[in-house]
């Protein structure tokens, strides 16, 4: 099993910027893709960006050039760095870890941009 506890959403404006951290725990052992999904009301949750354990990194087209997602494999930690934010980017997002072809989910963070 994989535990993950995301932390660091709130309240921002249009144009501001926050950051996301998610930490894993448990049977961490090659986790292969860690990432981040959003789910806003009423909507499917989407694919947002996944950080590969081997150092690369991929976006949805939504958040490409505003978005940047950092993996510390030492530390077990993949955060999201998010600027020039929307509201459109309202959502909670999840932190995801794919390990053995098993997804596993952290409980999710609200992110809600408005002014």
């Known amino acids: 099993q994989v535990q993950l506890v995301e932390s660091g959403g709130g309240l921002v404006q249009p144009g501001g910027s926050l950051r996301l951290s998610c930490a894993a725990s448990g049977s961490i052992f090659s986790i292969n893709i860690m990432g981040w999904y959003r789910q806003a009301p009423g909507k499917q949750r989407e694919w947002v960006a996944s950080?590969?354990?081997?150092?690369?990194?991929d976006y949805a087209d939504s958040v490409k050039g505003r978005f940047t997602i950092s993996r510390d494999n030492a530390k077990n930690t993949v955060d999201l760095q998010m600027n020039s934010l929307k509201p459109e980017d309202t959502a909670v997002y999840y932190c995801d870890a794919l390990r053995g072809g098993t997804q596993y989910w952290g409980q999710g963070t609200q992110v809600t941009v408005s002014s």
């Open positions: 950080a590969y354990r081997g150092g690369s990194t």
